[in-house]
């Protein structure tokens, strides 16, 4: 019988779904284990064989705890609301709810055939109003809650209302905006209804605030730094400008500490960690206040190295503070102006990386300093940042390389502050302490005393304080996007009201327009029916607005990280239309226990969503303030690109082994239209697109075509992508996902090879032949050899180990060794290959099913025990000795390792090698140390 994966694979597939085999209730008399993987964006171009390999991985982890006895919850999902879906829509006209459940469709086909292990308990979809229903909810408690500094956690905006009625806010530990009034109980009291809730807004912990962004006005949306490259949109390739806009905004930054030291107990890569502690970016030093010169403001700067304060030469202050334009002479104000305009093509991370052009202006005014009440030149400069610290430092050329490149490109003078350092040679150490001429009572001080001192003198002189900075921003929260969660948000007087909890999901309504309107107004704002009645409690036509009982809707929606912060929970109770899940599924399940997914999302959704969890323990939903308590970030499958060299100003290809000389353009080609050796098939090239009908082809002299092969990142960009259905039809899905395993170690990158394919669907024949010999069944009730026990007991242990260490690749060889040996023992033992069987059942779960059905079992194999490994058969019962003469190892020879002494000189002495080296002679010394050598002096 013949080994016909197609229909067994259906079958399996089948079956699982109607025994509703990898369900996952809540059973607690089974130990729970949540695998869980960062789930896909569902784009219309489907899966390619890159996107499997840490799905693939995942599901053996929880085939494996399945056989180990765990209630597994392993689900998957889609990540569905975003920007693609908008701009598909706006190219085509479609509504991205009809393009995006096509693509989930086509996603869980793709999922479906690769014999995933999924959790069947409802999809959770990010654009389902089921699922943003509580995105809106969970939106609605952060705007109801603010941040004790006291508690150290989050409390309801009640609690505060309480101590501002009892005591003001003068002495109140909270996080809050910076321009916060200070007020007492009775002041509150006489406050008027608006502006009391204009002070809340500056200690919730979601909040309207003005913010420079990135700014696409061809797309007419706010984009985040990782979706700008080189000052253009990811997306399009659009120009992106820095703007200030109002924004819901997440005071992210009051959970910096938290977030830092929870990184501490968890098992993630340490890369991510490191990363996301340099996001937080945790500093000691001091804020020092600069008064300045003929007016009223000041500058305040944090930096962590007061001690360098007597070397400032200068300030330089954010271009886009609003400080820029209270302090810029009239002389200076054409030159701050057209500064402030080339900053604003610069995004957040090209200022704050090297550029060859450093810009910047002085602004005409001058800061007084706190000690020497010397005048220091102001200047507003690209590589500060108005987002982080103060906006504002108090530049030492001779002490930062920044500040030394700065004050060289505009010949600021730089006095050599310091005694015995060399300032042309940019920064000094930061770990060294310093002298200073004119500091004397910082003297032959280290680094911490003289932070130390610094901070008390600027406290007595009332000019700053020592204290702790962190770089971690609150984070913009909302997007002049269609596509994504609407804000459960109306309002009244121009300040923001929340929708009541009962009246939600807030949903979003059909719009044909998904471009910004002509007012500039996000895509809502082309909606005739977003106004909120607040009597009949629901959406109604915009022509009903009042401002008396019905108000304007919040026309921004939320970013794409908001579903992604918290979709994890909802798998757990995902029917639940009362609450995020039940407390007796959260208390069950707990937290994550394996997380699969890529690095990229270090400084995004990995710590988005650790914020929200933090926040969700804080207001008791959730009963740990960390999701996952282990992360693995898999690597990528590479593709093998191909290129085609066009000449300039040209309609003409060219060979690439004829280019020498040629000034061409090289233009990636799609892989499918290359054949063996490189060559391309010209006719289906021309075929391919219609501008390339009538193209001159130039052929080397023997008519051949080449391409030239590059590996890169697998994309339908790049023309390089392999669909895994192809791979399905062709191998298997047993196949692809050994064969996604075998290419090498999960957090490692590797090239796709189709070519080494065939040899590990040649692998699952051999496996079958054990079994089948053609048409007859061959698998006996025999007792195994010792051999053949050996080669079981030590694939059981090496395949666990592996397992547990997520080491798949070595996996699949001991695989391949195992069959091998076991072929080579023609051992068709039913009891080794039972064994054999559940082993490969997470790899290869569909041959693995249907071999164990002829084995004669019923119900599956998924919740087999996994087998134990005897030590005993591990134990090796012969021991090679190396036989040498007169020092020179002339043989090998495998004795009993039971031998006695005399046994082993009996045998070697009678041994026919033994007898020709010698030739007659007797020898003088016969040398053993058992279990190591033998050595024969003559």
């Known amino acids: 019988m013949t080994y016909d994966f197609r229909e067994i694979e259906k079958k399996w597939q089948r079956y699982w779904k109607r025994e509703n085999t990898f369900k996952a209730d809540i059973d607690h008399d089974k130990k729970p284990f949540y695998v869980l993987d960062m789930f896909p964006y569902p784009s219309g171009a489907g899966l390619h064989v890159g996107h499997p390999l840490g799905y693939i991985a995942s599901d053996i982890y929880a085939r494996f705890k399945r056989h180990k006895g765990f209630n597994v919850l392993h689900p998957m999902g889609f990540d569905s609301f975003g920007l693609p879906a908008e701009q598909y829509a706006i190219q085509t006209g479609q509504h991205p709810a009809i393009t995006t459940q096509k693509n989930i469709a086509k996603y869980k086909e793709q999922l479906r055939k690769m014999g995933f292990s999924y959790t069947p308990m409802g999809e959770v979809s990010t654009s389902n109003p089921n699922f943003y229903k509580w995105t809106q909810w969970i939106f609605s408690q952060l705007f109801n809650s603010w941040y004790s500094i006291e508690k150290d956690k989050a409390l309801p905006i009640s ?250 490109q505009f010949d600021i003078p730089i006095p050599n502050i310091f005694q015995g350092v060399d300032i042309s040679k940019g920064a000094f150490s930061q770990k060294q302490g310093f002298e200073f001429t004119n500091s004397h009572f910082l003297n032959g001080l280290g680094y911490e005393v003289a932070l130390d001192r610094v901070g008390e003198a600027l406290k007595k002189i009332e000019a ?258 392999i669909s895994p259905d192809d791979i399905c039809q062709q191998y298997g899905a047993d196949t692809l996902r050994l064969y996604e395993m075998f290419l090498g170690p999960l957090e490692q990158s590797k090239p796709w090879n189709t070519s080494g394919i065939s040899g590990v669907y040649s692998f699952l024949r051999k496996l079958w032949k054990l079994f089948y010999d053609n048409e007859k069944w061959i698998v006996t009730s025999k007792t195994p050899t010792e051999e053949s026990l050996k080669t079981i007991h030590k694939t059981i242990k090496k395949i666990e180990e592996d397992i547990e260490n997520f080491s798949f690749n070595t996996s699949v060889s001991s695989f391949m060794i195992c069959v091998n040996e076991l072929q080579a023992q023609k051992c068709h033992c039913r009891s080794i290959l039972e064994s054999l069987l559940v082993l490969l059942s997470p790899y290869a779960p569909h041959i693995s099913e249907e071999l164990w059905e002829r084995l004669g079992h019923k119900g599956g194999i998924s919740n087999i025990p996994f087998p134990t490994y005897d030590e005993s058969y591990l134990v090796e019962q012969t021991k090679e000795y190396p036989v040498s003469f007169n020092g020179k190892m002339k043989f090998k020879l495998e004795l009993a390792r039971d031998l006695s002494e005399q046994d082993i000189k009996s045998l070697v002495m009678n041994h026919d090698k033994t007898k020709v080296i010698l030739n007659g002679n007797s020898p003088k010394k016969l040398i053993i140390v058992p279990g190591k050598i033998i050595n024969i002096v003559y």
Not at 283 to 296: E, H, L, N, P, V
Not at 481 to 505: C, N, S
Not at 545 to 550: A, E, F, M, S
Not at 609 to 621: E, N, T
């Open 159 to 408: 609690s505060l209302i309480c101590v501002f009625e009892s005591e003001g806010n003068e002495n109140i530990k909270a996080v809050c905006s910076a321009n916060t009034p200070v007020f007492s109980p009775s002041e509150w009291k006489q406050f008027s209804d608006s502006k009391r809730q204009e002070i809340l807004l500056k200690y919730r912990l979601c909040y309207l605030g003005e913010m420079e962004v990135n700014w696409c006005p061809n797309l007419g949306s706010v984009l985040a730094n990782d979706e700008v490259v080189d000052s253009l949109s990811e997306r399009g390739g659009h120009p992106v400008v820095r703007k200030k806009m109002v924004q819901w905004i997440m005071r992210i930054s009051a959970y910096s500490e938290r977030l830092l030291q929870g990184l501490e107990k968890l098992d993630w890569p340490e890369p991510i960690k490191e990363s996301q502690r340099h996001w937080i970016g945790k500093s000691k030093g001091a804020k020092i206040r600069f008064s300045i010169k003929d007016s009223s403001e000041v500058i305040e700067v944090f930096t962590t190295r007061p001690d360098t304060i007597f070397g400032v030469s200068f300030m330089t202050i954010a271009p886009e503070l609003e400080l820029v334009k209270k302090i810029t002479s009239h002389k200076q104000k054409d030159q701050v102006a057209h500064c402030i305009s080339e900053v604003s093509k610069r995004n957040e991370r090209e200022r704050m990386g090297e550029n060859e052009t450093i810009l910047g202006a002085f602004t005409g005014s001058y800061a007084i300093h706190p000690f020497t009440k010397q005048e220091i030149p102001i200047w507003i400069g690209d590589y500060v940042l108005a987002s982080y610290g103060t906006g504002a430092v108090m530049s030492v050329p001779s002490g930062d390389q920044r500040d030394f490149d700065f004050a060289k």
């Open 464 to 721: 700053g304080k020592k204290t702790i900075n962190y770089r971690l921003r609150d984070a913009v929260f909302s997007r002049q996007r269609y596509w994504g969660e609407p804000f459960p948000i109306y309002y009244k007087d121009g300040l923001p009201q929340l929708i009541e909890e009962k009246y939600l999901p807030l949903e979003l309504p059909e719009v044909k327009n998904y471009q910004p309107t002509e007012t500039g107004d996000p895509p809502l704002g082309n909606s005739q029916k977003w106004a909120w009645d607040t009597k009949q409690k629901s959406i109604v036509d915009n022509s009903k607005i009042d401002h008396k009982t019905v108000f304007p809707l919040e026309l921004n929606t939320m970013p794409g990280w908001a579903g992604s912060s918290w979709y994890f929970y909802r798998y757990m109770d995902a029917q639940n239309n009362n609450e995020i899940a039940s407390k007796e599924a959260v208390n069950y399940w707990k937290e994550v226990d394996i997380y699969i997914g890529g690095g990229e999302h270090a400084t995004g959704h990995l710590i988005y969503s650790r914020f929200w969890q933090k926040f969700l323990y804080d207001i008791g939903m959730l009963p740990v303030d960390e999701y996952a308590k282990k992360l693995i970030n898999q690597g990528m499958i590479l593709g093998q690109s191909a290129f085609i060299y066009k000449l300039k100003s040209e309609n003409t290809f060219i060979s690439s082994n004829k280019i020498e000389g040629q000034k061409t353009i090289r233009l990636h080609v799609d892989i499918s239209l290359v054949e063996a050796g490189n060559k391309l098939d010209i006719e289906a090239f021309i075929r391919s697109r219609a501008d390339y009908k009538g193209a001159n082809i130039i052929k080397d002299e023997k008519g051949n075509f080449f391409v030239d092969r590059e590996v890169e990142k697998m994309s339908k960009s790049k023309f390089n992508v």
